[in-house]
């Protein structure tokens, strides 16, 4: 049996794949038991990194929780293109450039299809697609300027589900949006390919979160585990790993891919 090479003679080129050293990283919803997760990922590999959101309280909580002097949190709106706007122009005074958007904000609703109201409908789109449309914008139009005056690349991650991909029930507003946003990205992906702009969608399979917690009560839970390979939910670290790839030179060859964190849900549903 071959004996096992010495950690002294790890590749350096190869543990370095993952590190964001020097980077810049925005967290739109980060302020989100997924989203603060993500967040800390990516500080953690030595990016600095801005979390975005709507509620100062939370922004605070979640720049104390990751920790460290290069996290900060930037109040935006980001159904609002002018909030959106002003979010890239004050990251790029304070950072001085941006290297990984990540567009975590999401919210669910368990309301039968016949019942769901104007209101409801339009909420939930703005949240989880068109926000999500106009973010892709503010950001892609600096992302684009720079790679054709500087040749400098770029990492988008959408944060998509499995709702988005197969039809789940009672969450219907939800699996529309969801869906349009991995439509997008696969578009963005093909259109800005050659500036060495990377779009890939993060797919989530079941994890407890704000915006699940109204669907996913005992009975749905024990449903779900028992269909899952793995036999249990997703725990926010488990989103690490595939996040770190695609924000990293590891994935530098990935765009316009969607890369499902499931537990092996998908394989049980084929």
């Known amino acids: 049996m071959p004996e096992r090479r010495a950690a002294t003679d790890a590749d350096p080129h190869l ?9 810049v990283a925005v967290v739109i919803g980060g302020t989100g038991t997924l989203g603060r997760s993500m967040a800390a990922a990516l500080r953690a590999a030595g990016a600095a990194v801005v979390v ?5 309280v939370r922004g605070a909580e979640a720049v104390d929780a990751i920790g460290g002097a290069a996290t900060r949190f930037v109040a935006c709106d980001t159904t609002r293109r002018d909030q959106l706007d002003e979010l890239v122009a004050a990251v790029r005074r304070v950072e001085g450039s941006i290297d990984v958007l990540v567009n975590a904000a999401g919210v ?10 104007e209101d409801e409908l339009e909420a939930l789109m703005a949240t989880n697609a068109t926000a999500v449309a106009r973010a892709c914008q503010a950001f892609g139009r600096y992302f684009v300027e720079r790679a054709t005056t500087e040749e400098i690349g770029a990492s988008i991650i959408n944060v ?15 699996s529309m949006a969801k869906a349009a946003v991995h439509n997008l990205t696969e578009n963005l992906a093909r259109e800005w390919g050659p500036l060495g702009i ?10 407890p979160a704000e915006q699940n917690r109204a669907i996913l009560d005992p009975a749905r839970v024990t449903a779900i585990v028992e269909r899952t390979p793995l036999r ?11 996040l770190l790839l695609l924000a990293s030179d590891a994935g530098r060859f990935i765009t316009g891919t969607e890369l499902v964190v499931d537990g092996g849900f ?3 549903n084929l």
């Open 15 to 23: 543990q370095g794949l993952f590190a964001l050293g020097g980077r």
């Open 52 to 56: 975005a959101g709507r509620d100062a």
């Open 108 to 117: 669910n609703s368990a309301t039968p299809f016949l019942e769901i109201g």
């Open 160 to 174: 998509g589900s499995e709702a988005g991909r197969r039809p789940l029930s009672r969450v219907f507003t939800y």
């Open 198 to 207: 990377r779009c890939n969608v993060l797919v989530p399979g079941f994890f």
């Open 232 to 242: 249990r939910l997703g725990a926010p670290d488990d989103l690490h790993g595939a």
């Open 266 to 268: 998908d394989v049980h």
